[in-house]
């Protein structure tokens, strides 16, 4: 009795990670396509992997931290979280471009000069941060360089960090 429950949870443990690794795989066809549109500077292939919204709220919550962390007096302080979201908004436009994220994409092997890394590559360097949220990392357990969000079937960047992609953004 001992083994066949044994043998139960092992088999529904290796399910889960196979099920798990395949999602990993689809989020990394995405995720390809959006570094490939990022090297190539194809904004329209870019745009159709970007959750715009949510990046300008990433933006909107660092320029707001920044504001709250900074040694403005009070009202200067309170102005400055007060024009977070417009400055968002027009951060968002100038910002949220192929151009923008091209070291990240680079990091990952997205140059001309290389081939260009597989969806297995790709998932493997993949993992799971929410049930419909991936990110990709520099390193196994490091910060999240790139995030990803399952929208209407396809995976959306949705955030990212400033300062380890090193987008030099002026916040």
């Known amino acids: 009795m001992r083994i066949r429950t044994l043998l139960t949870v092992s088999l529904a443990a290796v399910s889960l990670s196979a099920c798990a690794t395949a999602t990993r795989y689809d989020a990394a066809g ?16 870019f745009d159709a992997r970007v959750d715009r ?3 300008k709220a990433e933006i909107e919550s660092e ?7 900074s040694a403005m ?8 979280v007060a024009l977070a979201g417009p400055a968002a908004d027009i ?12 070291y990240a994409a680079n990091y990952y092997g997205y140059t001309p000069d290389k081939p260009i890394p ?9 993992r799971y941060i929410g049930s419909d949220q991936v ?4 390193t196994k357990n490091g910060p999240c360089l790139l995030t990803f969000t399952l929208e209407g ?19």
């Not at 951060?91 to 091209?102: D, K, S």
């Not at 597989?118 to 993949?126: H, P, S």
């Not at 959306?156 to 002026?170: H, I, N, Q, V, W």
């Open 91 to 102: 951060a968002g436009e100038a910002l949220v471009q192929p151009e923008t994220f091209r």
């Open 118 to 126: 597989d969806r297995l590559t790709i998932a493997a360097g993949l």
């Open 53 to 55: 919204p949510a990046l």
């Open 73 to 80: 007096s009070g009202g200067w302080q309170a102005a400055a």
């Open 135 to 138: 990110c990709a990392a520099k």
């Open 30 to 45: 995405d995720v390809h396509a959006l570094l490939v549109a990022i090297r190539n500077d194809d904004h329209a292939a």
């Open 63 to 69: 320029l707001v931290r920044k504001a709250r962390g």
């Open 153 to 171: 079937g396809t995976w959306r960047l949705s955030g990212f960090d400033p300062e380890t992609a090193k987008l030099r953004l002026k916040l």
